[in-house]
């Protein structure tokens, strides 16, 4: 069985490989070919679910292990994400591309912090 380290990881691993696509999926999309927008829709639902569920893990890490700053980062992630998905559905550009790069970039940080920072092994026993 997984550690809630090792499961908050591999959520936040899987949101990293799934967001780099996306600049890939809209570059595909901005050279002509028109099938790159139906890959960055999809992909803006997947990084979004792969996000929530991350929320959903990092509240868990919070309560067992006592820890708040994965549930902090991952909030203010995933909110710069929900308002990036819906800048996008309502083809804002100039808030949804720059939005998107800072949301990169915060979620590489996060990738970076969860894997650098120990999280302690053992759970906190319930009172």
Do not use: C, K, N
Request: a neutral charge.
């Amino acid at each position: 069985m997984l550690t809630m380290a090792s499961q908050l990881r591999a959520v936040v691993s899987a949101h990293v490989v799934a967001i780099v696509g996306q600049p890939v999926f809209a570059g595909v999309y901005l050279t002509g070919d028109f099938d790159g927008l139906r890959w960055h829709a999809i992909g803006a639902d997947v990084v979004t679910s792969i996000g929530y569920l991350q929320v959903i893990v990092a509240i868990v890490v919070w309560i067992r292990l006592r820890q708040i700053w994965p549930f902090l980062a991952t909030a203010a992630v995933v909110a710069a994400e929900t308002v990036q998905y819906f800048a996008g559905l309502d083809g804002a550009l100039w808030l949804h591309i720059p939005l998107g790069v800072m949301t990169v970039v915060g979620l590489v940080v996060l990738f970076i912090a969860v894997w650098s920072r120990p999280l302690p092994r053992r759970e906190v026993p319930h009172a």
